[in-house]
């Protein structure tokens, strides 16, 4: 019984990105691994990003970003995988989705430059486009409209193209923010287009973001690369899979003794089939901030219903 009403909680949270882009999902994490993540990516800040003279040289100078997380400690490597988060995750882009990027995001007090963008700007294909990225921020302080909440552009994965960089982020209508308690998460689909906030308040706001990609694509981040194998066989078996190393074979069972797909297109070929009607409805493309494919060129602002 429980689990059909995760399931159909799940299955809301999935036609929530669908139709609007993203969902917010509470209390994912409770209060206690709250604290002790954001006390740990405060002190790997500290060890590794802020310099000996109080500077922080960084991506951009509002913001402090800690890549690496799986390897520099344990208590990250449960956050891809949270019970109420994969599957929603899985039912979006295939249940042998990856894992493609992984940082903590700590946004400190001052005015944050980043232009309207698409997570999944690097991917060349024509827009909008079945889901290919899927981006979460989980929130390890409150995110407040006033401390730089992520804002986004609801509905806009079903627009056809970019603004350029120039476009000013404050005047587009339509943007909402993502106002949630610690602990909460904001899931989106990688198309939509958001942008950092200002954060107005005089403490820092710290985020996990993860980014899951379908699983016929290269992954943004080599995990195969940069954590050495005999790290990755002591992690667990959903996790190990998220970063590639799934065992599909046919013929015996895989090593974790499970006998599923043969290899990820039997698994996504249901996917597609499933939701083929609301990714071609998707395809009948809404007006935008948007001109040519490669969202590169000028933009004219389009104003969207
Ligand atoms: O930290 C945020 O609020 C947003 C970060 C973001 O958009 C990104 O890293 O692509
Ligand atoms: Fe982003």
């Known amino acids: 019984m429980e689990s059909i009403m995760q399931q159909s909680l799940v299955n809301s949270q999935i036609e929530a990105i669908v139709h609007d882009g993203y969902t917010i999902i509470e209390d994912v994490l409770e209060p206690e691994r709250v604290d002790a993540i954001g006390k740990r990516v405060r002190e790997i800040e500290k060890e ?41 995750i899985q039912g979006i882009l295939g249940a042998e989705c990856q894992l493609t990027a992984f940082s903590a995001i700590d946004m400190l007090p001052g005015k944050n430059e980043e232009a309207i963008h698409s997570d999944d700007a690097a991917v060349p294909l024509p827009r909008p486009h079945q889901p290919v990225i899927c981006t979460c921020m989980i929130a390890i302080d409150d995110f407040t409209a006033k401390n730089g909440a992520v804002r986004l552009l609801a509905d806009s994965h079903k627009m056809v193209g970019l603004p350029d960089h120039a476009t000013d982020r404050h005047e587009i209508d339509g ?10 998460v904001v899931v989106f689909d990688g198309a939509v287009l958001h942008h950092e906030a200002d954060n107005e308040s005089d403490r820092p706001r710290l985020a996990l973001e993860i980014l899951y990609c379908a699983p016929w694509m290269r992954t943004f981040t080599n995990f195969f690369l940069s954590i050495p194998e005999d790290e990755v066989m002591k992690y667990q078996q959903p ?64 104003e969207s219903n």
């Open 175 to 184: 943007m909402i923010t993502a106002e949630m308690p610690a602990g909460s």
């Open 239 to 302: 996790l190990m899979e998220l970063i590639g190393y799934r065992d599909f074979d046919r013929i015996k069972r895989n090593r974790f003794g499970d006998r599923r797909f043969g290899s990820y297109r039997e698994s996504y070929g249901q996917l597609r089939r499933a939701r083929l009607g609301a990714w071609s409805e998707e395809r009948q493309a809404k007006p935008g901030l948007a001109t040519d494919d490669s969202g590169e060129g000028r933009s004219k602002r389009v």
């Open 48 to 88: 590794t990003l802020i310099g000996s003279k109080g500077e922080t040289p960084l991506d951009r100078s509002s913001l402090l970003r800690t890549e690496g997380l799986l390897q520099l400690d344990p208590l990250f490597r449960e956050i891809p995988i949270l019970p109420d988060l994969l599957p929603v």
